[in-house]
Nanobody, 124 residues
Framework: QVQLVESGGGLVQTGDSLTLSCVVS????????MGWFRQAPGKEREFVAA????????YYTDSVKGRFTISRDNAKNTLYLQMNSLEPEDTAVYYC?????????????????WGQGTQVTVSS
């Protein structure tokens, strides 16, 4: 059973930084393309960033380009999301997800496994 556990969320102020982590267990981490999604209250879960199995392809939603960086350490079975210049609009529950498909997915339906989420709150 593949398990994903996020950590690193919290309450920060506008302009601050946070780094989220997601540890994967129960399967070979390098088999999966990985993604970060977020869900704000009353809104649908949306794509934030994705990274291919070996880390050579990165994808971001427009609103976080230049501020967020996705990375992975296959030796540590860990996915990261470095978030800089945080804005109140970034407030959401952030989820990591694993995708066993051939192409790095950017929609929720592309992903097979999900973590429980970690709350990020940015105050103005």
């Amino acid at each position: 059973q593949v398990q994903l556990v996020e950590s690193g969320g919290g309450l920060v102020q506008t302009g601050d930084s946070l780094t989220l982590s997601c540890v994967v267990s129960g399967s070979t981490f390098s088999r999966y393309n990985m993604g970060w999604f977020r869900q704000a209250p009353g809104k649908e879960r949306e794509f934030v960033a994705a990274i291919s199995r070996n880390g050579d392809r990165l994808y971001y939603t427009d609103s976080v380009k230049g501020r967020f960086t996705i990375s992975r350490d296959n030796a540590k079975n860990t996915l990261y999301l470095q978030m800089n210049s945080l804005e109140p609009e970034d407030t959401a529950v952030y989820y990591c997800a694993a995708d066993s498909g051939l192409v790095t997915g950017r929609t929720t339906s592309d992903y097979d496994y999900w973590g429980q989420g970690t709350q990020v709150t940015v105050s103005s």
